[in-house]
């Protein structure tokens, strides 16, 4: 299947020679992709070893094939077409779904079908491969094992032509180097099965033989790949093929590359918030001990205590992040001038201790208690910090205040409706700055907090959501308050667990907090 397909532009690539080729080279054209980003979602190996091929050559005068299933034949057919500047092709199938390892992609695609199998996948292969031989039209195809040999013959029947099968790389010629596709990119998947294996491989090769450039990705996202990030950084190229399953629809890819190639990561590495660390914050407001933990020392005894907090959760190779979550917006049993029941902090006074968190690796959550304000009007007033690729958002419903009611006389809460206006104005600005997954914090610990929770929007794909229980007093009552949480969330919503420190009667270790079920991918110390 092709997804997201690329309309084509010819070029002339410099030709071969050889005992084959004569005194006069045999041109060879290369395909240009002009559109931006396509898709090559393609399961099977040979398949989507086609749709490289069928992308960035128009003809050439030799093939490199190899099976599916034999690993050193691949990598004999790999090294063989990069050298000589040829596409390479995959014949037969092999043992798996042709999806990477890693990370979900978080959309259906065609990997979500149950691929073909049996006779029926062995018929759809041999025929694209013997299209493509077709397509191409090469003198000569040469196969590195008996079972691509038999694969190829099969394949052209009887419509093999001028075209020569052979065995012995000597007889090849060999072909100059391309002009080469600088402008062109090449997403392949790093490790998987063995069908995917051999699909990266094929692709690879074709790639390099056409000059275009190959950045390897594990799993489906780019962002999520530290090392895919630091090669796709900078660099903007005017075309990509992503070869293989899970990396689609091309749209959303198109936004991911943008992030990517924009370079910036997160503390911890990479763009994308969860899986792939834990936070560990310090929740309060500067200069108020009465707030919480972060606000009982100042800004440098903060970021100290703040690492030290975090150190015993560096567990399991899980990169941790200390983080603050700083209260922007506090709820006041007063009105104030506004008749909102929510002091402001100024953007001035939270640039210090944002600017600082962030030099020292560390991210940072902006908390709202909105009292009878709008969230989303309060969330506009920190615009510039948001813009940072190290600073998230809170929502704290227990502070949302209707007409006529007071702070501390009820438990506030917050619709979905309201919320998702919030999550899209963010998303917007998230994707204007082409910035990593942003944190997006929903505090919860009564589940009427959270009004029609099963309505959140949970679709924006550079949101990182995740519902924090803030429940209080002993471990069993914070339990019951754990299950309820959990339970209510959306799907795909990561979680957050508070520990209070003197309100918690124990308060829970590193170890047993990281036992709780699911673990929490945000902790934080009030």
Same mark, same amino acid.
């Given at each position: 299947? %092709?997804?997201?397909?690329?309309?084509?532009?010819? &070029?002339?690539?410099?030709?071969?020679?050889?005992?084959?080729?004569?005194?006069?080279?045999?041109?060879?054209?290369?395909?240009?992709?002009?559109?931006?980003?396509?898709?090559?979602?393609?399961?099977?190996?040979?398949?989507?070893?086609?749709?490289?091929?069928?992308?960035?050559?128009?003809?050439?005068?030799?093939?490199?094939?190899?099976?599916?299933?034999?690993?050193?034949?691949?990598?004999?057919?790999?090294?063989?077409?990069?050298?000589?500047?040829?596409?390479?092709?995959?014949?037969?199938?092999?043992?798996?779904?042709?999806?990477?390892?890693?990370?979900?992609?978080?959309?259906?695609?065609?990997?979500?079908?149950?691929?073909?199998?049996?006779?029926?996948?062995?018929?759809?292969?041999?025929?694209?491969?013997?299209?493509?031989?077709?397509?191409?039209?090469?003198?000569?195809?040469?196969?590195?094992?008996?079972?691509?040999?038999?694969?190829?013959?099969?394949?052209?029947?009887?419509? /093999? &032509?001028?075209?020569?099968?052979?065995?012995?790389?000597?007889?090849?010629?060999?072909?100059?180097?391309?002009?080469?596709?600088? &402008?062109?990119?090449? %997403?392949?998947?790093?490790?998987?099965?063995?069908?995917?294996?051999?699909?990266?491989?094929?692709?690879?090769?074709?790639?390099?033989?056409?000059?275009?450039?190959?950045?390897?990705?594990?799993?489906?996202?780019?962002?999520?790949?530290?090392?895919?990030?630091?090669?796709?950084?900078?660099?903007?190229?005017?075309?990509?093929?992503?070869?293989?399953?899970?990396?689609?629809?091309?749209?959303?890819?198109?936004?991911?590359?943008?992030?990517?190639?924009?370079?910036?990561?997160?503390?911890? &590495?990479?763009?994308?918030?969860?899986?792939?660390?834990?936070?560990?914050?310090?929740?309060?407001?500067?200069?108020?001990?009465?707030?919480?933990?972060?606000?009982?020392?100042?800004?440098?005894?903060?970021?100290?205590?703040?690492?030290?907090?975090?150190?015993?959760?560096?567990?399991?190779?899980?990169?941790?992040?200390?983080?603050?979550?700083?209260?922007?917006?506090?709820?006041?049993?007063?009105?104030?001038?506004?008749?909102?029941? /929510?002091?402001?902090?100024?953007?001035?006074?939270?640039?210090?201790?944002?600017?600082?968190?962030?030099?020292?690796?560390?991210?940072?959550?902006?908390?709202?208690?909105?009292?009878?304000?709008?969230? %989303?009007?309060?969330?506009?007033?920190?615009?510039?910090?948001?813009?940072?690729?190290?600073?998230?958002?809170?929502?704290?419903?227990?502070?949302?205040?209707?007409?006529?009611?007071?702070?501390?006389?009820?438990?506030?809460?917050?619709?979905?409706?309201?919320?998702?206006?919030?999550?899209?104005?963010?998303?917007?600005?998230?994707?204007?700055?082409?910035?990593?997954?942003?944190?997006?914090?929903?505090?919860?610990?009564?589940?009427?907090?959270?009004?029609?929770?099963?309505?959140?929007?949970?679709?924006?794909?550079?949101? /990182?959501?995740?519902?924090?229980?803030?429940?209080?007093?002993?471990?069993?009552?914070?339990?019951?308050?754990? /299950?309820?949480?959990?339970?209510?969330?959306?799907?795909?919503?990561?979680?957050?667990?508070?520990?209070?420190?003197?309100?918690?009667?124990?308060?829970?270790?590193?170890?047993?907090?990281?036992?709780?079920?699911?673990?929490?991918?945000?902790?934080?110390?009030?």
């Amino acid at each position: 299947m %092709l997804v997201g397909a690329a309309a084509l532009l010819t &070029g002339t690539l410099a030709g071969c020679t050889g005992p084959a080729a004569g005194n006069d080279p045999t041109p060879a054209e290369v395909a240009t992709p002009v559109r931006s980003v396509t898709v090559l979602d393609d399961p099977s190996p040979t398949e989507l070893s086609v749709a490289v091929s069928r992308h960035l050559f128009a003809a050439t005068p030799a093939v490199i094939v190899a099976a599916a299933t034999d690993p050193r034949g691949l990598h004999q057919a790999a090294t063989l077409a990069a050298q000589r500047h040829v596409p390479m092709l995959v014949a037969g199938t092999a043992a798996g779904t042709g999806r990477a390892g890693g990370a979900p992609s978080g959309s259906p695609s065609a990997a979500d079908s149950p691929p073909a199998t049996g006779g029926a996948a062995t018929h759809a292969s041999t025929a694209a491969l013997g299209a493509e031989l077709r397509r191409l039209h090469p003198q000569n195809v040469l196969t590195v094992d008996p079972a691509a040999q038999r694969a190829v013959r099969s394949a052209l029947g009887s419509a /093999s &032509g001028a075209t020569a099968v052979r065995t012995d790389p000597a007889a090849v010629p060999t072909t100059r180097p391309a002009r080469g596709l600088p &402008g062109v990119t090449v %997403l392949v998947h790093a490790g998987g099965d063995q069908a995917t294996r051999a699909g990266a491989a094929a692709a690879t090769a074709t790639a390099r033989a056409a000059g275009a450039r190959v950045v390897p990705v594990h799993g489906d996202d780019p962002r999520a790949d530290p090392a895919a990030i630091d090669a796709l950084a900078h660099r903007d190229p005017a075309a990509v093929l992503a070869a293989g399953t899970g990396f689609g629809p091309a749209d959303r890819l198109t936004e991911r590359l943008a992030v990517a190639v924009a370079g910036r990561q997160l503390p911890g &590495g990479g763009q994308v918030m969860f899986p792939g660390r834990r936070l560990v914050a310090l929740y309060g407001h500067p200069g108020t001990p009465v707030l919480g933990a972060l606000g009982a020392q100042d800004l440098a005894a903060s970021i100290a205590r703040a690492k030290r907090v975090a150190q015993p959760y560096r567990t399991g190779g899980v990169p941790v992040v200390p983080t603050f979550e700083i209260i922007a917006t506090t709820a006041q049993a007063s009105p104030g001038p506004d008749g909102r029941y /929510s002091a402001v902090s100024s953007v001035a006074s939270l640039r210090p201790w944002v600017r600082a968190a962030g030099a020292a690796g560390m991210y940072v959550v902006l908390d709202l208690q909105p009292g009878r304000a709008d969230l %989303l009007d309060q969330a506009k007033r920190y615009r510039s910090l948001l813009a940072l690729p190290y600073v998230g958002l809170a929502l704290d419903p227990e502070w949302k205040l209707a007409a006529g009611q007071r702070p501390l006389e009820q438990i506030g809460t917050v619709d979905a409706s309201e919320i998702n206006r919030v999550s899209g104005w963010l998303s917007g600005l998230t994707a204007t700055h082409r910035l990593p997954q942003k944190l997006l914090v929903l505090h919860q610990f009564q589940l009427s907090m959270i009004g029609h929770e099963d309505r959140l929007d949970t679709g924006h794909d550079n949101l /990182s959501l995740l519902i924090h229980m803030d429940g209080q007093g002993s471990p069993d009552l914070k339990d019951e308050t754990w /299950s309820g949480v959990v339970g209510a969330r959306p799907d795909g919503v990561a979680l957050g667990w508070k520990n209070f420190c003197t309100k918690d009667h124990p308060m829970l270790s590193p170890g047993q907090t990281l036992a709780k079920q699911p673990r929490p991918d945000m902790i934080s110390y009030q």
